[in-house]
């Protein structure tokens, strides 16, 4: 059947109006920016364990789906929030691993346009089945009801700073005295972190001033008897990895990295299980603390990127593929068949931490 030249008219104008209708209901949706041509580059500072997060290729897609291509660089939390040889290179957003920072980052100076928390992860002890065998025969290490492993942090706090050797613990494979590494807390946010977890645990509370005047010495000692500290958490759990049950017998470090070392290869992973030599562990400290990661929005330009990291599509992909808990400490999204019963759903005896003040006040205690 024939169209007459003024219905074909009426369809194009038809048209024409849907598709006008189409673009101004999308240029206010911010996942659909990049189809609408609106692009913006963003650079800024991230913690070392969020760089394999922004490296992945469906998150990349997916951050384009907001109109954003982002440069980062690595930098220690601690440092990239103090550091003005960083600051100085006018980033666009900072995303460390505390909260705290935030609150860091207003004392120095940096102005803070938006700021909010987009995924959690617990501190955690790495270790391996060795270690853990022993450790259960002396009693700091029990298993919870779901199969995880427990730790008494605070006892084997007291044990090292009792220079207590590791076959009095029953650790007969290692020599010399027990001893537990982090990061180096004054550039990185796991040792950061682990600082206020050790002084909370000496005090018996969340540490104050007055708490660090009675037990800073013992966290300092604690500190120096580690040696070498890397200035990275990413690196460190790499270290470990590679020194195995002699070289690192236990580190501090984020749930999510040995999630997403085991997510990046599971035959790897299985083959790891069948092996009869030594095996990585994840011990939760009992109480630890929520390592929270707060994008800091320095340029307005960045609040694009809370938005999409806050979208369900990335929140989905930050826990399935990366280990990444949720702003509130939960899961989204179904876990990866080759992590399951690793991680408790919940976590469920967490510290805060103590304050800016105090936590600074402790840098500079375990620095000297």
């Known amino acids: ?53 922004l490296a992945d290729e469906d998150v990349v897609g997916a951050l384009r789906g907001y109109g954003l291509d982002i440069d980062t660089r690595v930098a220690g939390s601690v440092e990239m929030v103090r550091e003005q040889a960083l600051l100085q290179q006018n980033p666009a957003f900072l995303w ?45 290490v029990t298993v919870t009801p779901a199969g995880q492993h427990q730790l008494d942090l605070k006892a084997l706090l007291d044990a090292v700073l009792a220079g207590t050797h590791w076959s009095k613990l029953g650790v ?46 013992k966290a300092q000692t604690i500190f120096r008897n580690m040696g070498f500290k890397s200035p990275s958490s990413g690196k460190l759990f790499d270290q470990y990895l590679a020194g195995g049950l002699g070289g690192e017998p236990m580190i501090v470090g984020y749930e999510n990295q040995l999630v997403e070392w085991i997510i990046a290869d599971p035959e790897r992973w299985k083959r790891v299980q069948a092996s009869s030599t030594a095996k990585p562990v994840v011990l939760y400290p009992h109480p630890t603390v929520y390592s929270s990661h707060p994008l800091i929005v320095v340029d307005e330009t960045a609040n694009r990127l809370m938005d999409a990291l806050t979208s369900p599509k990335l929140q989905e992909l930050a826990w399935t593929k990366h280990g990444f808990r949720g702003p509130l400490g939960t899961a989204t999204g179904n876990a990866h068949d080759a992590i399951a019963g690793l991680l408790p759903d919940e976590i469920d005896a967490v510290l805060p931490m103590p304050d800016a003040n105090v936590m600074l006040a402790l840098l500079n205690k375990v620095a000297s």
Do not use: H
């Open 1 to 53: 059947m024939a169209i007459s030249r003024r219905a074909f008219g009426v369809g194009l104008l038809a048209a024409g109006v849907a598709g006008t209708g189409g673009y101004f209901a999308a240029k206010d949706r911010p996942e659909f920016q990049g189809l609408l041509g609106n692009r913006t580059k963003l650079f800024g500072f991230i913690g070392g364990e969020k760089e394999a997060f």
């Open 96 to 140: 460390p691993s505390s909260s705290i920072m935030v609150d860091i980052a207003r004392q120095n100076g940096i102005k803070i346009r938006n700021d909010r928390v987009v995924l959690n992860t617990p501190v955690v002890v790495y270790t391996w089945q060795p270690v853990v065998d022993g450790l259960m025969k002396s009693g700091l």
């Open 172 to 217: 007969a494979s290692l020599y010399g005295q027990a001893r537990i590494v982090s990061t180096d807390p004054n550039r990185s946010n796991s040792g950061f972190m682990f600082a206020g977890l050790v002084l909370s645990l000496f005090a018996g509370n969340v540490a104050t001033a007055a708490d660090l005047t009675q037990s800073g010495d």
